[in-house]
């Protein structure tokens, strides 16, 4: 199959717009906040469930424990957010959002989980099994990619 069918064509454009609008929404969110687009996401995802555990953060946002680590060290140097000891089991971390993270998340454009990740949500199961087959037959056929990209935020990419 050519790579230059109107097909192929169409479907270039479709990611390009969906990169494009990827990237002017982390502009976005950077500008309005000084903080990256995942680091907004773990914010909310914070707010949503305070006291979150960091793997149960990697979790929610679908990135290795230790990107998620890394990602928490820079806000939390900024002040946006805070690392609590268990007081029954002191191994066990716990985060929350700081004041000065409530006020950077109340400035941060909507959604703050991403345009993407919120799109994504929008889309029925069905559409959503497609996608991914569709996908993954994509990749197939791209050769040599790198799975580790698979466990970080779009926007470190």
């Given at each position: ?7 192929a ?16 929404h982390?502009k976005?969110?950077e ?5 990256s ?10 707010r ?6 960091v ?17 928490l060290?820079k806000?939390?140097k ?8 268990n007081?029954?089991d ?6 929350y ?11 941060a ?29 994509l990749?197939?056929?791209m ?10 935020p779009?926007?470190?990419?």
């Open positions: 199959m050519s790579s230059n069918t109107p097909a064509s169409e479907a270039l454009r479709q990611f390009r717009m969906i990169f494009g609008a990827v990237r002017q982390f976005a969110v500008k309005a906040c000084g903080v687009g995942a680091q907004i996401w773990a914010m909310a995802a914070l949503q469930h305070p006291g979150m555990k793997s149960e953060l990697a979790q929610a946002l679908s990135i290795h424990a230790s990107t998620a680590s890394n990602l060290d806000i939390e900024a002040g946006l957010v805070r690392r609590e000891r007081h029954v002191q191994r066990v971390v716990q985060l959002l700081t004041a000065a993270g409530e006020q950077a998340l109340e400035r454009p909507q959604p703050q989980t991403g345009i993407l990740t919120h799109a994504l949500g929008q889309l029925p199961d069905d559409a959503l099994a497609r996608l991914n087959q569709d996908l993954a037959a990749i197939a056929h050769g040599a990619v790198d799975t580790q990209a698979a466990q970080k779009l926007s470190e990419l």
